[in-house]
Every structure is written in C-alpha cells, then in structure tokens.
T-cell receptor, first 116, second 114 residues
Framework: NAGVMQNPRHLVRRRGQEARLRCSPM?????VYWYRQLPEEGLKFMVY????????ESGMPKERFSAEFPKEGPSILRIQQVVRGDSAAYFC??????????????FGQGTRLTVV | AQKVTQAQTEISVVEKEDVTLDCVYE???????LFWYKQPPSGELVFLIR??????QNEISGRYSWNFQKSTSSFNFTITASQVVDSAVYFC???????????FGSGTKLNVKP
C-alpha cells in the first residue's frame, strides 16, 4: 500500500504564474488535509476535504488559493498569481475517516514551492 | 483555543549525550491527542508517537522516551545516547476539538555532533 503521494516534489514558479500541487491519498482514504510550512516555522493547517466536499477551509488565505478533491483523481491545491510569500513546503495528509482514537493521518513528503 | 509551544528553537549536543525536547500545549478539550514528528533534512515528516489524553503512562521505544504530564500540560521527548542520525527538526502537535486539524509547534532543531 503506497503512502500519500505528492507531486511534484519541487516546483518553481515565477511571480504571477499558477501553481498546482497534487496529492494522491493512501488507498481507501477519503479524507485529505493540506498544511503549509513556511521557512523556519511549523506546519499550519489550510484545508480539510472529503471526496467532493470542503469540510473546513479556515486556514486558507481568502484570495488566490483553492482546493478540491474530486470523486476521481488526486486532491489539488491551486495557487493563482503566486507571490514570493507563497514560497513554502506544502504537505498533504490523508486518513480513512476522521482522525481519532483508531485512525491517524499519514503525511506525504511535501511539495516545495519556490517563487522567483 | 489550541496551541503548542516548543520553546527550544535549536539544541546542539555531542553524540551519546541525552537530550530532552520540551513541548507544552494548551487546550480546553478533555479528549485530545498529542504527537511527535521528526523532519530530517530531506524534508518528509516521520511519525514518532501518538498519545491520547487519558493515557499518562510514559512510553519508551528504544532510545526514545516520552513523558506526558497533564498537570503541567507537557509532553516532553527524550533521546538517550543521541546519534548523528537523530539530527533533525522535531515537531510536537496537538489534535483536539473536532479532530480535523493538527496544531503544530514551531519545532526544535536538534544538531547532534560527532
């Protein structure tokens, strides 16, 4: 059973371009979470999705950022018109159900976005 | 509000020394989970341990041990006889309330020198 797969691992974008980050959850996992790690900081929650639904987007910036988790295919975190401040590592995690006593979230290896 | 504080930004030790990484958390929930993750220089997050709020037993796994004390809201991590391969950033995290999101501390960078 492959782990959480994120691609690309490294992404370079010029200011104003769009960045699309992909996350394929573990097999059987229908819950996906995105976190952002700014340089020298801890991870900050961005959004929690279940198949075709956004459950909690309280950590998402109001503009330029969007996320989806379609019925088929990976979850996508999309950043439009990137700025230098978007440079960070973006981590995806997945779980089969809500994380709790018997369930835990598994993290991918992250996508490192650099905006030049 | 949920919050995790890792006051130690960076620690340097010489190989074979013992080192303790501190973690203090805040939550009003009675049911919650605490985690430690390791982030080596390669960048991935490696799960180390999960504890629930009802289990205050200390845990030992090889050279690693964890001390959970609800009275002081702390979940400290000790590495015994540190090795160079332990060099990494270590994150403490809290999962509480609706269990939809982790609250991570800012991390402690551990440098183990030969």
């Amino acid at each position: 059973n492959a782990g959480v797969m994120q691609n690309p691992r490294h992404l370079v974008r010029r200011r104003g371009q769009e960045a699309r980050l992909r996350c394929s959850p573990m097999k059987g996992h229908s819950h996906v979470y995105w976190y952002r790690q700014l340089p020298e900081e801890g991870l900050k929650f961005m959004v929690y999705l279940q198949k075709e639904n956004i459950i909690d987007e309280s950590g998402m910036p109001k503009e330029r950022f969007s996320a989806e988790f379609p019925k088929e295919g990976p979850s996508i975190l999309r950043i439009q018109q990137v700025v230098r401040g978007d440079s960070a590592a973006y981590f995806c995690a997945s779980s089969p159900t809500t994380v709790g006593a018997l369930t835990e979230a598994f993290f991918g290896q992250g996508t490192r976005l650099t905006v030049v | 509000a949920q919050k995790v504080t890792q006051a130690q930004t960076e620690i340097s030790v010489v190989e074979k020394e013992d080192v303790t990484l501190d973690c203090v958390y805040e939550t009003r929930d009675t049911t919650y989970y605490l985690f430690w993750y390791k982030q080596p220089p390669s960048g991935e997050l490696v799960f180390l341990i999960r504890r629930n709020s009802f289990d205050e037993q200390n845990e030992i796994s090889g050279r690693y041990s964890w001390n959970f004390q609800k009275s002081t809201s702390s979940f400290n991590f000790t590495i015994t006889a540190s090795q160079v391969v332990d060099s990494a950033v270590y994150f403490c995290a809290l999962l509480a309330y609706n269990f939809n999101k982790f609250y991570f501390g800012s991390g402690t960078k551990l440098n183990v020198k030969p």
